[in-house]
């Protein structure tokens, strides 16, 4: 069963969550890049650029960077728009946000390269994915973890 929808009846969201809820991680980690295109702001935590941001087309597939778990999934970060939150293991997270239309719910078990939004710009001035990975809750550079 594939839910595709940006809603999940309660009834759904919680036989999935009960059924995935022992997810542990996996300790070694091989990142993927989350959508093609081009890296348009650099991190710079200095600066407030806890992240990365790739310039997209409008509504291109975003896929998960690694397998995980999606701990979150919704608009109520400020300034982070249509916004999915995946926990790989006990140390590391990944971000994704200004996304157009959530395709993952909250509980749900993922795979490394499957599609997880449609990319968009929620607020921004131009179609981008800003991407985050945090290490212990700290954000880290992504570019060190990407393949190059």
């Not at 935590?45 to 690694?66: C, Q, T, W």
């Not at 590391?92 to 946000?97: C, E, I, K, Q, T």
């Not at 939004?117 to 994915?129: C, E, H, I, N, P």
């Amino acid at each position: 069963r594939k839910i595709t929808a940006k809603k999940v009846s309660r009834t759904a969201y919680k036989k999935e969550r009960t059924k995935n809820s022992s997810y542990a991680g996996n300790s070694q980690l091989h990142w993927i890049w989350p959508v093609k295109g081009r890296v348009i702001q650099y991190y710079k935590p200095g600066s407030g650029k806890k992240g990365i941001d790739i310039s997209a087309a409008k509504g291109s597939l975003i896929k998960a960077a690694e397998a995980g778990k999606v701990v979150y999934s919704g608009h109520g970060l400020v300034g982070y728009g249509e916004m999915v939150i995946i926990k790989h293991n006990e140390k590391f997270l990944s971000a994704y946000a200004h996304n157009q239309i959530l395709l993952v719910y909250e509980g749900q078990i993922i795979k490394k390269g499957q599609n997880i939004a449609r990319l968009g710009r929620s607020g921004t001035d131009r179609y981008k994915l800003h991407f985050e990975i945090r290490k212990n809750g700290t954000p880290v550079n992504p570019v060190n973890y990407l393949p190059h």
